[in-house]
C-alpha cells in the first residue's frame, strides 16, 4: 500500500484480556519497528524486524509483550493479560534501509479499564 | 546513539521563518542527524536528515555546524499545519543499533496566525 497501516485505529479492552494490534508494512520495507507513546510522552522503542527475524526485542517492556513478522510483511504485537499502564499509543513504522527515512502508521490507541 | 538537547518549546507567527535548534555535543563521525516531526494525532513523519553538509529538500532546510555538535533545521515560512512537536535524533549507522531511532521529548513548535 501506499503507506504502513495499522489495525485497529482505536482498542478498548478490559484489564487481564488479550490484545493483538496489527501493523502492515510499506510494500518492500525489510525493516519494521514497533514503538509506543504514552500520553504527553516520547516514543519508546519495542521491537525491531529484519525480515521476519527481531534482532532487537530490548524494548519490550515485560514478558507480556511479544511479536511476530510473517512473509516479511505485516507484523502482529501481542499483549498478553493487559494492564492499565500498558494504555497508549502503539506505532508502527516501516523502512526501506534501516534508520533512513523511516514511515510511521497512525497507531493504535490502545485504552485498558 | 548520542543524546540531543533542544528547547521544550517554541512559538512562530505564520509565514516567518523558524530555526528549531539542536544540540549534539557528543556526535561521532558516524552519526547522521536526522528530523522528525509529530502533528497532532499522527505518527511522526521523516523531515530530513544529513551528515556534514547542509541539506535542503521540499519540507525544509539543515544546517550543520563545523564541528558539528550542533544543527538547526529551517523552516523557511512556517504555516498552521507545521505545529508539530519537532524530534532531532543522531543515529550511527555504521552501529549495531541497526535502524533504531531513539526519540528524545522534541520541540513543540506553536504557530500562530
Known amino acids: 500500500g501506499a503507506g504502513v497501516s495499522q489495525s485497529p485505529s482505536n482498542k478498548v479492552t478490559e484489564k487481564g484480556k488479550d490484545v493483538e494490534l496489527r501493523c502492515d508494512p510499506i510494500s518492500g520495507h525489510t525493516a519494521l519497528y514497533w514503538y509506543r507513546q504514552s500520553l504527553g510522552q516520547g516514543l519508546e522503542f519495542l521491537i525491531y524486524?529484519?525480515?521476519?527475524?527481531?534482532?532487537?526485542k530490548s524494548g519490550l517492556p515485560s514478558d507480556r509483550f511479544s511479536a511476530e513478522r510473517t512473509g516479511g510483511s505485516v507484523s502482529t504485537l501481542t499483549i498478553q493479560r493487559t494492564q492499565q499502564e500498558d494504555s497508549a499509543v502503539y506505532l508502527c513504522a516501516s523502512s526501506h534501509r534501516g534508520g533512513y527515512g523511516y514511515t510511521f502508521g497512525s497507531g493504535t490507541r490502545l485504552t485498558v479499564v | 546513539d548520542a543524546k540531543t538537547t533542544q528547547p521544550n518549546s517554541m512559538e512562530s507567527n505564520e509565514e516567518e521563518p523558524v530555526h528549531l535548534p539542536c544540540n549534539h555535543s557528543?556526535?561521532?563521525?558516524?552519526?547522521?542527524i536526522h528530523w522528525y516531526r509529530q502533528l497532532p494525532s499522527q505518527g511522526p513523519e521523516y523531515v530530513i536528515h544529513g551528515l556534514t553538509s547542509n541539506v535542503n529538500n521540499r519540507m525544509a532546510s539543515l544546517a550543520i555546524a563545523e564541528d558539528r555538535k550542533s544543527s538547526t533545521l529551517i523552516l523557511h515560512r512556517a504555516t498552521l499545519r507545521d505545529a508539530a512537536v519537532y524530534y532531532c535524533?543522531?543515529?550511527?549507522?555504521?552501529?549495531?543499533?541497526?535502524?533504531?531511532?531513539?526519540f528524545g521529548q522534541g520541540t513543540i513548535l506553536t504557530v500562530h496566525p
Open positions: 524486524f529484519q525480515g521476519n527475524s527481531a534482532p532487537d
Open positions: 535524533i543522531l543515529h550511527n549507522a555504521g552501529g549495531t543499533s541497526y535502524g533504531k531511532l531513539t
Open positions: 557528543t556526535i561521532s563521525g558516524t552519526d547522521y
